[in-house]
């Protein structure tokens, strides 16, 4: 018999089951609620009958994660995550700290299929994609190991959001949901590569997130060797959907820009990228480029960085440089998964 993965559904759906059951449906938000705060066993619902309990473990199961490794900078407190989910497959969770509270980026997919030349994630390929109730357990395994509350999610860790779309959008209206983590959608992110088809369809939701787009060339044929979807959806195509989904969420979009060395930091990328984005209400995240030993991609000095960023606010851009965090235990997503040995 295929369980049900309860911690995936939204309340209806579980006032459904509960009611299949012939408990009353008020039962589901007691459940929910046990859910949300990151049990995981159903012997943890103390409120909840034996009998129902026993049901409960016949027919669902709680999706968790066990926590494999966990490194943390002696810089800046930055927590990064080596998770085993219930299959044995393994992912990785950043936590770090700001002066407005904890942030947290969480993976979306066991590996990726997008294979983008600079990110350690995809060199593996895809394993599988993760359900919302897994993104859910990043949260709150964290928030019980550290004994905080993470007031902010950023879906930028391991795999394409919007590669994953239907858990993806499960995961956004569960964590925001007032009687679980209650994680307003203003203080989430999420990134995606440039998937034109999701985009379209997650501006239908007008959720007020806070949508990333992963530009980091303003030309086609930069853009390309870099990333494999360019070559499905090129630059002017992504635009155009960006466009769209502005217009139907009057949402300011950020633009996520990998600063190369000697490939995509140049005047010229600069000025062509201040024109292409002419019209769209944006900022634009410079980042430099984290050094990834199976490419020979390394960031360019931090004069040069600088210099990008003043030809771009010279054109009337917002553009600031990110900050870099946990950067003694290599805090961008995938290395320690490959190092740990799961490349797929």
């Not at 969770?93 to 995809?122: D, P």
């Not at 956004?172 to 994680?183: A, C, M, Q, T, Y």
Request: charge should be positive; hydrophobic fraction near 35%.
């Amino acid at each position: 018999m295929v369980k049900t993965d309860i911690k995936s559904l939204n309340l209806s759906e579980l006032e459904n089951l509960i009611a299949e059951m012939g408990e009353p449906r008020f039962r589901a938000s007691q459940i929910f609620k046990w859910l949300q705060s990151g049990v995981e066993s159903f012997d943890e619902m103390t409120d909840i009958s034996l009998k129902l309990r026993e049901r409960l473990k016949e027919n669902c199961y709680i999706a968790s994660l066990k926590i494999l490794r966990r490194l943390v900078s002696k810089i800046d407190g930055t927590v990064k995550y080596l998770y085993e989910l219930n299959d044995g497959e393994t992912i990785e969770s950043v936590l770090m700290k700001y002066e407005h509270g904890y942030s947290l980026c969480i993976s979306t997919q066991v590996g990726c299929r997008m294979g983008c030349s600079f990110c350690a994630t995809g060199l593996g390929g895809l394993i599988r994609d993760l359900t919302a109730s897994e993104m859910l357990a990043q949260i709150t395994t964290a928030q019980k190991d550290q004994n905080i509350r993470v007031s902010n999610v950023v879906m930028m860790g391991m795999g394409e959001p919007l590669d994953n779309f239907e858990s993806s959008v499960k995961f956004l209206e569960l964590v925001s949901h007032p009687k679980g983590l209650n994680i307003g959608l203003r203080h989430i992110s999420l990134s995606t590569s440039g998937v034109v088809s999701g985009i379209e369809k997650l501006g239908d939701y007008n959720f007020p997130i806070t949508l990333s787009v992963s530009l980091h060339a303003p030309f086609d044929s930069i853009r390309s060797d870099m990333m494999r979807v360019n070559k499905k959806w090129n630059i002017d195509a992504l635009l155009t959907a960006c466009r769209e989904y502005q217009k139907k969420t009057t949402r300011r979009i950020s633009f996520e820009y990998a600063l190369i060395d000697g490939v995509n930091d140049t005047k010229e990328c600069a000025d062509e990228l201040a024109r292409k984005l002419k019209g769209i209400m944006c900022h634009i995240n410079l980042i430099p480029v984290n050094p990834v030993k199976e490419n020979s991609n390394k960031s360019p000095t931090k004069t040069k960085i600088i210099k990008f960023k003043e030809w771009l606010t010279e054109k009337g851009l917002n553009a600031t440089v990110r900050r870099t965090l946990g950067a003694d235990i290599n805090a961008s997503c995938g290395q320690l998964r490959r190092k740990e040995g799961g490349e797929g």
